[in-house]
């Protein structure tokens, strides 16, 4: 049986760019829209031309792509023309594919907020949709707070998107803006909505601000609305969009989608979905959610032995799909909880063959538990764990000796004038040959960083294209006196990521024991000679 086709509409460069704390550069939403593109997302709604000199610029020229290009912007204003509205010609000059309107589908807005009549503000739609027909666009209008309008008078809300729609847009897109909505609700309203608009020239757009984003998603296309609306990893305001990287995988691994809907993703691109998901979080300096569905770190993970042994016989027993599909990886965390089954998958991934009745097992169970005693996290610290099991099986070669280190942090100036500076040394010793090496940093775990890869002669090249992408400090108050829990977060060149820990009373100290693990970790995983 054919499949209908649902269309993927992404507004992470428009409504994502909303969020609290994200500040797009051109370059970003270059990068995005690409990246975008390349997973086959149908959309890409880029910005807000008129409105900013990124978004402006963005729309200033060409930009090929295979997804339909979209700009935003509002429908000619009350009491003028469109083509004595700037705004509109700034929108209509943009070099886009597609135009996506926003009008206001709810009455009391209209009133309130726009002080105008409904008839012009249906007036507004049909003459915008007409203007940007006229330039050869694709057009779109999105019904700002259409489940709220609806409700509040739905001839109002409906005129609204029957006004675009007999104008010819290809979509009529309704919002649920504050979020506020329920799935049973937006079932109802849109399957009312498809009865009188077709389906298939219907999106639906969900704000999370009852965590529900993703299902009024799914209960919409259930109504008959075949544009889905939604951002990567759920950016945008206040609680963010539908977040098509959850929505995706869904639409294509559940039966319940997957045989009725195809998308434009194929099974190949959505093998690159958790890479997406985590590249956006780069960009945007941001540590990804451990816990985020499908792509999240711990989506795949277990803990508990039983179900770790069970795992390792057959993955479906507590799997509802496989991690491979989505580009994620089945993880077995090693920790106090843990028994020697987890250990043992542990090392497989890892690539250590060891019989599971090496007394080494069970000696290294006990290490793992003794140092999570006294405040080591294991299941956080992947590298560390990986370097720990590699020493006990006598696997990690002698690189390098740290013979001293010194750190000093010291206030100048005065008052208005007052100057912080942080310098460290550092003294490694290879082979017979000793590097004494010195910097400043913004803080003495930077300095330290800094100074301990300046200069690792013979292995310098392996570390070369290492950076710090992540770094926590946490309290433990263990027993008499706190300690200090250090976990750094690294990647390299090729987008590997590692986690190590370091744990000590004394913050630079525990912070030395990271960064020592996670240089360590790049220099075995370079296969770097002893
Ligand atoms: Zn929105």
């Not at 409504?15 to 609290?20: C, I, M, R, S, Y």
Request: charged share 25%; with cysteine.
């Amino acid at each position: 049986m054919a499949r209908e086709r649902l269309y993927l509409f992404d507004t992470t460069l428009r409504d994502g760019a909303q969020t609290n704390g994200v500040d797009f550069t051109l370059a970003d939403k270059l990068a995005i829209a690409r990246m975008l593109d390349e997973l086959g997302i149908d959309y890409v709604e880029a910005g807000y031309p008129g409105a900013n000199p990124i978004d402006t610029s963005f729309f200033s020229e060409r930009r090929p792509m295979r997804s339909c290009l979209t700009a935003f912007g509002m429908t000619r204003r009350p009491g003028r023309s469109t083509s004595n509205d700037p705004g509109l010609v700034a929108l209509l000059e943009a070099e886009a594919d597609a135009i996506c309107f926003v009008a206001k589908s709810w009455d009391y807005h209209v009133r309130v907020a726009l002080e105008t009549t409904e008839e012009e503000m249906l007036a507004s739609i049909r003459d915008s949709v007409r203007a940007a027909k006229a330039k050869g666009r694709e057009v779109m209008l999105d019904c700002e707070h259409f489940f709220d309008g609806y409700k509040a008078k739905p001839e109002f809300a409906l005129a609204c998107a029957k006004a675009a729609y007999d104008e010819g847009a290809r979509w009529v897109v309704l919002c649920d803006t504050n979020g506020g909505t329920l799935p049973h609700e937006v079932e109802k309203i849109v399957g009312e909505v498809c009865s009188v608009i077709p389906g298939d020239h219907v999106g639906i757009h969900s704000h999370n601000d009852t965590e529900q984003a993703v299902a009024n998603t799914f209960a919409a296309v259930r109504a008959g609305a075949r544009q889905i609306q939604g951002t990567l990893n759920g950016l945008g305001e206040r609680c963010g969009n539908a977040n098509l990287v959850s929505i995706i995988p869904t639409l294509m691994l559940k039966p319940e989608f997957s045989e009725k809907f195809e998308i434009g993703v194929s099974d190949d691109k959505l093998h690159i979905l958790t890479h997406v998901s985590h590249a956006l979080d780069e960009m945007l300096n941001r540590a990804p959610d451990r816990h985020a569905p499908y792509v999240g770190d711990s989506a795949f993970a277990t803990k508990t032995g039983i179900h770790a042994s069970a795992i390792l016989k057959e993955p479906a027993t507590y799997e509802h799909v496989s991690p491979e599909l989505v580009g994620n990886k089945r993880r077995v965390l090693v920790s106090d909880q843990s028994g020697k089954s987890n250990v043992l998958a542990e090392l497989e991934r890892i690539g250590l063959a060891v019989d599971k009745n090496d007394p080494r097992v069970a000696r290294l169970l006990e290490e793992v538990k003794d140092r999570e005693a006294i405040g080591y996290a294991y299941e956080a610290a992947d590298a560390s764990f990986e370097l720990l099991a590699r020493r006990m099986l006598g696997s990690v070669p002698k690189f390098f000796d740290v013979s001293y280190f010194d750190v000093k942090v010291e206030q100048r100036g005065q008052n208005g004038g007052a100057e912080v500076l942080t310098t460290a040394v550092v003294k490694v010793k290879i082979g017979d040959e000793i590097l004494i090496n010195a910097a400043e940093g913004n803080g003495p775990v930077n300095a330290l960083d800094v100074a301990l890869r300046k200069d690792l002669g013979k292995y310098q090249k392996y570390i070369q294209g290492m950076r710090l992408t992540d770094y926590r400090v946490r309290i433990l108050n263990g027993g008499t006196e706190a300690v200090t829990r250090v976990l750094i977060e690294s990647a390299d060149e090729s987008g590997e990521h590692w986690a190590t820990i370091g744990v000590s009373p004394n913050i630079i100290d525990a912070s030395f024991q990271a960064l020592m693990d996670s240089i360590i970790y790049k220099l075995v995983k370079s296969g770097a000679p002893a």
